[in-house]
T-cell receptor, first 114, second 113 residues
Framework: EAQVTQNPRYLITVTGKKLTVTCSQN?????MSWYRQDPGLGLRQIYY???????DKGDVPEGYKVSRKEKRNFPLILESPSPNQTSLYFC?????????????FGQGTRLTVV | GENVEQHPSTLSVQEGDSAVIKCTYS??????FPWYKQELGKRPQLIID?????GEKKDQRIAVTLNKTAKHFSLHITETQPEDSAVYFC????????????FGTGTRLTIIP
């Protein structure tokens, strides 16, 4: 079954404690991205990756890091989380280009930073 | 970069009536326009999409129209049912160096029984 898997689904952490949210896809998609969803602001892109070892900033990259060492995995790293990073996070993958296929989303990770 | 505006932010319609959600985009190079539905507590899922070489696309009770000249596209849901209640997002994307999917801010649709 084609899917994007995120872990964990829920996370409560304290300010400054490094955390990683994992994302894995089994569709051999080149393009992966992270979004945060906040009320009234929709889905805003944090970082994206066009392929292995190729990553770039999205619209709201401050306070986040990513890596793309393998095609299937695209973890999101918060080195020193702060309360304003409390949000719902989604990972997505797609295979853009001529076909412009749909983006598949993970289940979401609800992060609370206290 | 691309900017997508979506209206209205909330919409309530009587069951059986039609609902229309409108979006505008700024980048004339965008050529792919998907619509996502997000039910409470779940991930966004694609319900319909349209490419820039097509003016209208229909799938049962949902349809999307695209006006490239005016840079706007709309989602139409006919004969609404309670299960249509959700948040709907429009998005726009280009190709070859502009693959970023830019989302609108969402419309919360409530179907009144």
């Amino acid at each position: 079954e084609a899917q994007v898997t995120q872990n964990p689904r829920y996370l409560i952490t304290v300010t400054g404690k490094k955390l990683t949210v994992t994302c894995s896809q089994n569709m051999n998609h080149e393009y992966m991205s992270w979004y945060r969803q906040d009320p009234g602001l929709g889905l805003r892109q944090i970082y994206y990756s066009m392929n292995v070892e190729v990553t770039d900033k999205g619209d709201v990259p401050e306070g986040y890091k990513v890596s793309r060492k393998e095609k299937r995995n695209f973890p999101l790293i918060l080195e020193s989380p702060s309360p304003n990073q409390t949000s719902l996070y989604f990972c997505a993958s797609s295979s853009p280009g001529l076909m412009n296929t749909e983006a598949f989303f993970g289940q979401g990770t609800r992060l609370t930073v206290v | 970069g691309e900017n997508v505006e979506q209206h209205p932010s909330t919409l309530s319609v009587q069951e059986g009536d039609s609902a229309v959600i409108k979006c505008t985009y700024s980048d004339s190079a965008s050529n792919y326009f998907p619509w996502y539905k997000q039910e409470l507590g779940k991930r966004p899922q694609l319900i319909i999409d349209i490419r820039s070489n097509v003016g209208e696309k229909k799938d049962q009770r949902i349809a999307v129209t695209l006006n490239k000249t005016a840079k706007h596209f709309s989602l139409h849901i006919t004969e609404t049912q309670p299960e249509d209640s959700a948040v709907y997002f429009c998005a726009a994307r280009g190709i070859f160096g502009n693959e970023k999917l830019t989302f609108g801010t969402g419309t919360r649709l409530t179907i009144i029984p």
